[in-house]
């Protein structure tokens, strides 16, 4: 190391003298067999051109460090850390809702094609979840609503609604039919607010409600008779 920003210091504790040399290499992480293979890594030119790294500071406290490594034809490879231990700490938090959560969550992309499904999506669909990655939203839609769903979706992604609520019928892998309340809102770019990248939707099976539903109908239908 012949170099470190003075935001090493304010960010990790660790003064300039600490990190120069082979400094750095010792004090990165409480894994000294890592942090060679890191070092090693570096010298030999194979360490990524972007990572995330958990950093651990004099003080003792966890950062997550995005790096982007830059190399340069006199062996110069310059290394930017930008902390983004919050972002982290709420994507772990959000992540174990979503797999905790009893409700179907999926996003899609523009075009209606899975980008990612919870494990509920795939345990009641009885779909794994790597088949679902390769399928459109449509293909779990009863045949005869498939039009109708797909063109509410196409007026919300045109007219730019934020959020709107449907309930039809899907179909599992073994052909169950399964009534779900669907609540789609539109998922934007993290770094284009105006770039509407898919959908994010929580799904609920809401058959018992539906079956009821129609029974009592029927019933009410008998009594007219």
């Known amino acids: 190391i012949i170099f470190v920003s ?3 210091e304010r960010l990790l504790g660790y003064t300039e003298e600490e990190l120069m040399g082979i400094g750095w290499w010792k004090l990165r992480s409480d894994d000294p067999n890592y942090n060679l293979k890191v070092r090693e890594s570096v010298i030999n030119k194979t360490i990524p051109n972007t990572s995330m790294e958990k950093i651990i500071d004099k003080h003792g406290n966890l950062h997550w460090i995005q790096w982007q490594n830059n190399f340069f034809d006199n062996d110069m490879i310059v290394g ?17 809702i979503v797999e905790s959560a009893s409700d179907i ?30 399928m459109s939203f449509e293909q779990l839609v009863r045949p005869d609503h498939r039009r109708k769903v797909t063109a509410m979706y196409e007026r919300q992604l045109r007219s730019q609604t934020e ?10 892998k ?12 539109l998922y934007h770019d993290e770094h284009n ?6 959908f994010y939707a929580i799904c609920r099976d809401i058959t018992e409600r539906i079956v009821a539903e129609q029974q009592l109908k029927l019933y009410n239908q008998k009594l007219k008779l």
């Open 6 to 8: 003075k935001n090493f």
């Open 80 to 96: 930017i850390g930008v902390d983004v231990t919050d972002k982290k700490e709420i994507e772990e938090r959000y992540q174990h």
């Open 105 to 134: 969550i999926f996003t899609t992309d523009s075009e209606g094609y899975f980008v990612f499904v919870n494990e509920v999506g795939a345990r009641i669909s009885g779909y794994s979840i790597g088949e679902l990655l390769d």
């Open 163 to 172: 959020e709107s609520y449907s309930e039809f019928p899907i179909l599992t």
């Open 174 to 185: 073994s052909g169950i039919e399964i009534w779900v309340g669907q609540s789609a809102r």
């Open 193 to 198: 607010p105006e770039l509407i990248k898919g």
